[in-house]
């Protein structure tokens, strides 16, 4: 059986000292009410997404009501050369304590009817932009002792047995968040002693035009969480030391058993022969 991670307490930070967050997907949602609250508390913020026009609306906003410094940062993180670009400024950023890789898609639809290419920008948004800007900045945050990285992920990463309806088909981007979990999970584990934390952020359904956009309908969805309370609760979660941050979830224990369940299996799996079900014999 393998345990959590043992939460470490952060290095204490000078007020005067100056403090970065970079967040992708801050033009709408979950992203934007990052930015806006990471903008309250004092945060320098480099906000990055494909629209600039919203993004100069938001900079605009948050640099009037809360006198900070906010850089643009326009990309779209499934092309490589944009993505590059990002990966680039997070190097030059000597400041930075905060990544939150909350750009995202949904591709909801049926995985046969999901376009290959539709297929590869939600791979490459949520698996390859969250893993090479997650690489690009904890180089540097390990060097200062000091930061985290918030993965978004999704509640829909513990939701393979689950049918579709009535859930949505999903196969793509529920994989896609597996992955953004296993890899934090892992990661945590690695880096733990150096000051800097990460989190897999899995938020059930949020108000956000993520769904919209996507094409499925949440009008009959009696329960949905807004994007700043989804916000104050993962900021919350760094600061417990979880790894996984399930805002909505009432009993943690939970995830607790999740873990302890996926490390029998890894335990049971180590054997040198099949197990006797598959014995033709």
Known sequence: MTASPVPQPMPVRTESAPHTALVTGASAGIGAAFAARLAHDGYSLIVVARRRERLDLLAQRL??????????LAADLTDPAELLGVETAIDACSTLELLVNCAGIAGYMPFVKLSPDEAESLIGLHVLATTRLTRAALPGMIARGLGSVINVSSALAFSAAIPAPPLPNRAVYAAAKSYINTFTEVLAREIEGTGVRVQALCPGIVRTELHEVAGYDVSHVPFMMEPADVVEASLAGLDLGEVICVPSL????????????????????RNSSVAERYDAG
Do not use: C, P, Y
């Open 63 to 72: 640099r009037a009501e809360e006198g900070v410094r906010v850089d643009v």
């Open 250 to 269: 009432r009993d943690a224990s939970l995830l607790t058993a999740v873990q302890e369940s996926r490390s029998r299996v890894f335990e049971g799996a």
